[in-house]
């Protein structure tokens, strides 16, 4: 039996996240969430935004922890989750219109940033949103000093990881044909990055 994980940082965030992301996805019908973790912002996010098909996605070996949630909540507009490492060559076919991806950037390695950006590309119909989260340096500047130490934790932990560049980012997106639309200050030195698909 798998026992049901908590996350304080999802508790903390979630109601400022939906602010944003919650008018972004008025007139969206499906959205992919890439790195679902544990599922519980895929829970409060679904449970919030009942007129879109919420699909997570994260390892396998995440899969039971999102199972937990997922089957406690009970929400009929949640499904999966679904296998995805963004370093597999085909994703779950679905159609959706949007994808929500919350604190991953900094947990890849940059290559598989790169893939996830041309992954979502291609699962992306023509104007598809991609809502990005999570603390990024601008300049390649860290925009707090608690920032600054979480980079040197997760470098710590993996040498491969840790916190992206705005511009590195956005360049990328650039490169595979997302534009980018809007930049959103969130708390706790936090921002989500809004993409469109432009071609």
Not at 153 to 167: H, N, T
């Amino acid at each position: 039996m798998t026992i049901k994980t908590y996350s304080e940082a999802c508790e903390r965030n979630r109601g400022p996240i939906l602010s944003v992301i919650s008018p972004l996805l008025l007139d969206c019908h499906a959205l992919l969430e890439i790195g679902s973790g544990n599922g519980q912002h895929a829970v409060y996010f679904a449970g919030k935004l009942p007129h879109l098909i919420w699909y997570t996605s994260d390892v396998r070996e995440n899969h039971p922890d999102i199972r937990v949630w997922l089957d406690e909540a009970g929400l009929p507009n949640i499904r999966g989750p679904f296998p995805l490492d963004v370093k597999q060559e085909v994703w779950p076919e679905l159609k959706i219109d949007a994808v929500f991806s919350a604190n991953t950037a900094h947990i890849m390695h940059w290559d598989e940033v790169k893939l996830f950006f041309a992954g979502v590309w291609r699962s992306l119909p023509e104007n598809g949103k991609l809502l990005l989260y999570g603390p990024f340096n601008y300049n390649q500047v860290y925009t707090s000093e608690s920032n600054a130490r979480f980079d040197v934790w997760l470098k710590a932990r993996d040498p491969e990881s840790g916190i992206r560049d705005f511009e590195s980012l956005n360049e990328v997106a650039g490169n595979v044909g997302m534009e980018l639309i809007d930049d959103y200050e969130m708390p706790a030195n936090n921002r989500i990055l809004y993409w469109r698909k432009s071609r």
